[in-house]
């Protein structure tokens, strides 16, 4: 019985382009209490490997949250079997705008403490008795409201290339982080203030505004679906778009197009620019907007340092990688002083 990955992803990515068939890209999540995450944990496996499902989710005692890609041809299959977990019948499935084939390499399902890293440690909230989800034509609606608030729940690196306009965007690396920062700037309209959330599709809000009910906030909203479901609901109804600029996606693509303006700038040269990157040394992996232009002349790197090590012999990198833990934590995103145009 196989319960881990047997594949690399340069090994996957091979076998994705010659099969040459449509996947799609999608994600969901549910609150529900689960008993045995662990158990759980290799139904799932088992199922979405032979199912040739690839993503990244998480189980943990208070729900599941999926990011996948699913083979078009299976989809059906993969549906019945999701409506086959009680908790999971009719889930919404967030399907992705841009589609492609290599969003996923590897089928990872991971348990974790939480579904949502929220560091919080209050467990005297309920977690179910959420705000007031709205689709995309309420959710225009209210945001023209001048006694709203808008507020963006998401880290600075995916607020910075794209947002809906008039919403506060918080500087924060952590969805912990915005979630005291927002309650002190807003503890003295707790009920003559409506609070209008949104995230990319929804999970962050799901918890977020449990947490401000809790907090004694009286009237607080989110939009149903997150960004994913609201740009697909304006296309398909015809409905004003008032977002701007690209959603940040996790996976290997980084990025949705909502609209074609870049309100963002390359973290290198600061031209106008919307494309993250990682960089390419992987005791690095710093995440940041890079241009084609510094792309080419900086190597898909974030610094000089960075292109002299990439030069080495693989053996020498991976001996300076030696005894530096989680690597890819060492900066945090978008943030590094090398880079000029993002401090």
């Known amino acids: 019985m196989q319960l881990y990955n047997k ?15 449509e996947r799609l890209t999608l994600s969901f999540y549910q609150y529900a209490k689960i008993g045995n995450p662990h158990l759980f944990r290799n139904h799932l496996f088992i199922a979405w490997h032979e ?38 019948k009719n889930v919404r499935l967030n399907i992705a705008i841009e589609q492609d084939l290599k969003s996923f390499l590897k089928l990872k399902v991971k348990v ?41 729940m998401r880290n600075h690196y995916e607020s910075e290339i794209g947002h ?24 003295d309209h707790k009920e003559d203030k409506k609070l209008v959330m949104y995230c990319t599709g929804g999970i962050r809000c799901e918890k977020a505004s449990a947490y401000y009910k809790h907090k004694g906030f009286k ?6 679906g997150g960004i994913i479901e609201y740009a697909r609901q304006v296309e398909n109804q015809g409905l004003e778009n008032k977002f701007i600029g690209k959603n940040f996606v996790f996976d290997h693509r980084r990025g949705e197009r909502i609209t074609e303006d870049v309100i963002s700038h390359c973290h290198q040269c600061g031209e106008p620019c919307d494309t993250h990157t990682n ?50 934590k060492i900066f945090k995103k978008g943030r590094s002083e090398k880079l000029k145009f993002k401090k």
Do not use: W
């Open 112 to 152: 974790r403490d939480k579904i949502v890293a929220d560091g919080l440690n209050d467990e005297t909230f309920d977690v179910t008795n959420k705000g007031i989800h709205v689709d995309a034509s309420k959710f225009n609606e209210l945001i023209e409201d001048p006694n709203v608030v808008l507020v963006d």
């Open 51 to 88: 199912q040739d499902v690839l993503g990244r989710i998480y189980v943990a005692h208070e729900g599941i949250n999926a990011q996948l890609s699913v083979p078009a041809k299976r989809f059906k299959e993969f549906k019945e079997f999701l409506d086959g977990i009680y908790f999971l």
């Open 7 to 21: 594949l690399s992803a340069k090994e996957r990515e091979t076998l994705l382009e010659q099969a040459g068939e």
């Open 219 to 224: 009237n607080v909203f989110q939009l149903e």
């Open 164 to 187: 809906f306009k008039n919403a506060v965007t918080p500087d924060v690396d952590t969805f912990r982080d915005s979630l005291d920062i927002i309650e002190e700037d807003l503890k």
């Open 279 to 328: 960089c390419a040394n992987e005791a690095c992996h710093l995440l940041f907007i890079q241009c084609p232009k510094c792309e080419a002349a900086m190597e898909n790197c974030c610094s000089e340092e960075c292109i002299e090590i990439i030069h080495l012999p693989e053996e020498e990198q991976k001996r300076l990688r030696q005894g530096i833990p989680n690597s890819n």
